[in-house]
């Protein structure tokens, strides 16, 4: 056995090295879990692990607050994915379907909120709503409106890059067989633009879901999940804050599994046909 | 090459980029007008009473010397960091492109679904492995590459590997892109022409994938110089960011103008060091 895996690893060294930095990025992940079953109210160490128990999955929201905070990240997250991605990709079309005046222009202002540190984001839109008079007005519609602006470059770049790997010829051929453009747009371009749009979707919701730098310096007093955790580890994070983290890499793998899966088995059928 | 179908009419493109066009002029562009502003303020004001705009161009000489050290400790730890990411990640992203065969994708799907648990949880979690009484140190002790009374929480270690953890996936990402692109047949003519395994990475692999070098060190420098997350739950006072101090200077010292000025020069600095780095590295082509 270990002669085997020994052989294995000499065999695949580059592989084994890889698995091993996958390995390092899956150990907050166990901790995490691990730490979703620890039993926290008969000691004041929250950083060791003390007894098994399962009342953390049974009570998640127990801890006062926390689940306000993430129905209230939830909410940012879903509306400024929608807005976000539907601006973004109409940008993508124009970028990459049209040739305009103003169009480098463009993909610079589009690149720079990416190359930009968050602090120095979240800091110059905290300065404009202050000069706005709006430093009593911080919170939900704030949070909002910074989370669409930095989604937006995310969601344009994958967007454009599906895009620009598309064949044009299936139009071609759409139109060739008296498909109008409107047919062709829904028919053939949409659906294979698709998964792109999906991809930017998910990259949204993951970016303004985990955002603290930018969200910190513009809630005012509206208190985000990661606003949440931030504030209790100065005290002494809850164990459930661990719960919900285990929840979201459990959903996010599900949906990813459910969908490699389905389309392994169109392919499969479509191959049988 | 844009399609022949539909005349490219401006206007139709007009259309298209415009919400986007104005939503980040409104809020990116502007903003940092106004923070450009805010950085020549007079500090004699305050949030409440509003500022007088004095066109006070001390306030960046002030920022950076009284914020130097922070500046510094930035750019050496995101260096540091960025360099061990490097590393790790192209690794992983060379076995994932070339030796993962039909797990690809599987393997891309496990390096992203970390990112779920939500950033902030998972840098706490290290605060546990790092912990005094945690088995790293206790192991590290044994072997004695620590001292006895030695300790990694709240050292530059800790920050610098929280960083390097952090950010690894935004290295792996473009990595991979480009090496996932490489044609097989230039590996196998390199191998045709005498070049052993070694010579065949040096001369054929590492050129083709600069563009995925290049990519993932700026995604991985530049979010990591403005980091402070980990330098606060991961480090102490004596390893504070630049990033630390912008906040601080915001939120709790409400002093806008050194703040703005300090922010403002992070993002001088950090132009300034990727335009060299991109000239150095040969390649234009960002994205």
Avoid at chain 1, 235 to 249: A, D, F, K, Y
Avoid at chain 2, 159 to 181: D, H, W
Avoid at chain 2, 234 to 244: A, I, R, Y
Wanted: one cysteine or more; hydrophobic letters at 55%.
């Amino acid at each position: 056995m270990i002669v085997a895996l020994g052989r294995w690893i000499g065999k695949h060294l580059v592989m084994t090295l890889g698995l091993l930095v996958l390995l390092f990025l899956y150990l907050p992940n166990a901790v995490v879990a691990l730490m979703s079953f620890n039993d926290a109210s008969q000691s004041r160490n929250l950083y060791s692990f003390q007894s098994f128990t399962l009342d953390n999955w049974l009570n998640p929201c127990a801890p006062m607050g926390m689940c306000d905070s993430l129905v209230t990240s939830v909410q940012i997250g879903l509306v400024a994915t929608v807005f976000a991605t539907i601006i973004g990709t109409l940008a993508a079309f124009g970028l990459v379907r049209h040739r305009f005046e103003g169009r480098s222009t463009m993909n610079l202002v589009l690149f720079l909120p990416m190359a930009t540190p968050e602090i120095v984001m979240g800091s110059s839109l905290l300065a404009l709503f202050v000069s706005a008079g709006l430093a009593g007005q911080l919170g939900f519609w704030t949070i909002l409106v910074s989370h669409i602006m930095f989604c937006l470059s995310f969601v344009v770049v994958t967007v454009k890059s599906r895009l620009a790997g598309l064949d044009s010829n299936l139009e071609q051929a759409a139109m060739d067989l008296y498909a109008n453009e409107w047919q062709t747009f829904w028919r053939v371009t949409f659906p294979l633009v698709f998964p792109g749009v999906l991809a930017a979707a998910l990259l949204s919701f993951s970016l303004s879901f985990d955002d603290f730098i930018i969200t910190n310096l513009n809630s005012g007093q509206t208190v985000t999940f990661p606003m949440f955790v931030w504030g209790a580890a100065q005290r002494g994070v809850p164990m459930q804050v661990n719960v919900i983290g285990t929840m979201m890499l459990l959903i996010a793998l599900t949906v990813v599994i459910v969908g490699e899966v389905g389309s392994r088995r169109r392919a499969k059928l479509l191959a049988a046909r | 090459m844009a399609n022949k179908l539909r005349a490219p009419s401006t206007k139709t493109a007009y259309i298209l980029i415009a919400p986007a066009a104005v939503w980040l002029g409104v809020f990116f562009v502007f903003p940092f007008m106004s923070l450009l502003a805010t950085s020549m303020y007079d500090p004699a004001g305050s949030v409440i009473t509003g500022y007088d705009m004095t066109w006070r161009v001390q306030n960046f000489s002030e920022a950076l010397g009284e914020y130097w050290p922070y500046l510094l400790r930035s750019l050496i730890y995101a260096s540091i960091a960025t360099a061990i990411c490097l590393v790790l990640g192209y690794v992983l992203a060379y076995a994932m492109a070339f030796k993962a065969g039909r797990w690809k994708t599987v393997l891309l799907v496990l390096v992203v679904a970390p990112f779920f648990t939500s950033f902030l949880v998972r840098t706490l979690a290290w605060k546990l492995i790092l912990g005094d009484d945690g088995w790293l140190v206790n192991a590290l002790q044994t072997i004695h590459f620590l001292p006895p009374d030695g300790r990694l929480l709240a050292t530059p270690v800790a920050v610098v590997a929280g960083i390097t953890y952090n950010f690894l996936p935004f290295m792996i990402l473009p990595l991979y892109a480009s090496l996932e692109k490489i044609d097989h047949k230039l590996l196998e003519a390199s191998r045709d022409l005498y070049a052993n395994p070694f010579q065949s990475f040096l001369r054929v692999t590492w050129p083709l994938s600069l563009p995925g070098v290049v990519g993932g060190t700026l995604l991985t420098f530049i979010p990591a110089t403005g980091d402070y997350i980990n330098a606060t739950l991961l480090g102490s006072t004596n390893t504070q960011m630049v990033g630390n101090k912008i906040q601080v200077l915001f939120t709790k010292a409400g002093d806008y103008p050194h703040a703005g000025a300090l922010s403002v020069i992070l993002l001088v600095m950090i132009v300034a060091l990727v335009m060299v780095y991109v000239r150095k590295a040969g390649t234009e082509e960002l994205l």
